[in-house]
């Protein structure tokens, strides 16, 4: 039996044929992801992220979609990035506030990137004596 089972990856979205891997991604990606996923990642949710799949599955995890949509609207990008930026306990100004509404005018994966970078950027590293 010939596999040529045809498939995308879903790290870089290359179609391929055969040989699919359980991940679904091409060993360049898997070689990528190994290199930069470290080894204790930081809270569930925040990264990093390898695909834009994850990024939105996060934001879903956070803030889940309103009834009928399967994506986040502007009212749940900006629950998740004033979420993030509250945990972070960054203090916002009016015209911070105006960002984060055209901030959250995107992509609910983009906006969950950013919101996992603020929560990343504070994760102070544990010192081994
Ligand atoms: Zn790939």
């Known amino acids: 039996m010939i596999d040529s089972e045809p498939w995308t990856c879903t790290g870089c979205g290359a179609p391929m044929i055969g040989q699919r891997t359980p991940d679904d991604m091409c060993r360049s990606c898997i070689r990528v992801a190994l290199i930069t996923e470290p080894a204790s990642p930081g809270p569930a949710g925040a990264g990093p992220f390898r695909t834009e799949q994850q990024a939105r599955a996060a934001a879903h995890q956070a803030v889940a979609p309103e009834p009928g949509w399967s ?22 100004g009016a015209y911070d506030e105006r960002i984060v509404s055209w901030l959250a005018g995107w992509e609910d994966s983009i906006c969950a990137v950013i919101a996992g970078w603020i929560t990343r950027a504070t994760i102070v590293p544990e010192r081994t004596p």
């Open 71 to 92: 994506i986040l609207r502007d009212a749940g990008n900006r629950q998740l990035l004033t979420g993030a930026l509250t945990a972070a306990g960054v203090g916002l």
